[in-house]
């Protein structure tokens, strides 16, 4: 499930990227919940955790339902 989830976060990259932003994988646990870390102008925006969760979270449990949710680490 890691490659799958890789493949979906560098098609969102450029979005972020745009904004001066990036997203790190840094793993799935076992309970299928992705734990990601932001970077770059997205780790202090205060509008991080809306685009964690409705950016991030929405497209990867549009493309792999089995992931539960998304988390910042």
Same mark, same amino acid.
Do not use: F, K, N
């Given at each position: 499930m890691q490659e799958r989830v890789q493949e979906i976060l560098e098609k969102i990259r450029p979005q972020l990227q745009a904004d001066g932003?990036?997203?790190?994988l840094v793993g799935v646990t076992e309970d299928s919940?992705?734990? @990601?870390?932001l970077q770059g102008a997205c780790a202090g925006c205060p509008m991080s955790q809306m685009t964690l969760k409705n950016g991030i979270e929405?497209?990867?449990k549009q493309e792999i339902p089995e992931v539960k949710a @998304?988390?910042?680490v």
């Open positions: 932003g990036d997203v790190e919940v992705v734990q @990601v870390r929405q497209a990867l @998304v988390e910042s």
